[in-house]
Nanobody, 122 residues
Framework: QVQLEESGGGLVQAGGSLKLSCAAS????????MAWFRQAPAKEREFVAG????????DYADSVKGRFTISRDNRKNTMYLQMNSLRPEDTAIYYC???????????????WGQGTQVTVSS
């Protein structure tokens, strides 16, 4: 059983920054692919960014490229999402997910956190 807990969400003005964290309980965190997804009101959940266990492969949604940075610290079993130049359209609940490969398909991830709210005001 893998438990994931997100933190770092909040309210920020457009153009501001936030850093999300995802702490994992699993000892084999280092062998897992991890990803961030988000879901805005009345919209489907969408892929934001993903990273392999080694950090060698990273993928971003086109909408966040150049603004968001995903990273992980395997010694701390923690993944991060640095979000800069935030826009009102980034407002959503952000979820971290655990899986075997980096993909934008949410069904490929087997464990999910409860989510953290990010609200960007204009």
């Amino acid at each position: 059983q893998v438990q994931l807990e997100e933190s770092g969400g909040g309210l920020v003005q457009a153009g501001g920054s936030l850093k999300l964290s995802c702490a994992a309980s699993e000892r084999t965190f280092t062998m897992s692919a991890m990803a961030w997804f988000r879901q805005a009101p009345a919209k489907e959940r969408e892929f934001v960014a993903g990273i392999t266990w080694s950090g060698e492969t990273i993928d971003y949604a086109d909408s966040v490229k150049g603004r968001f940075t995903i990273s992980r610290d395997n010694r701390k079993n923690t993944m991060y999402l640095q979000m800069n130049s935030l826009r009102p359209e980034d407002t959503a609940i952000y979820y971290c997910a655990h899986g075997k490969i980096v993909t934008n398909m949410d069904f490929a991830y087997d464990y999910w956190g409860q989510g953290t709210q990010v609200t960007v005001s204009s």
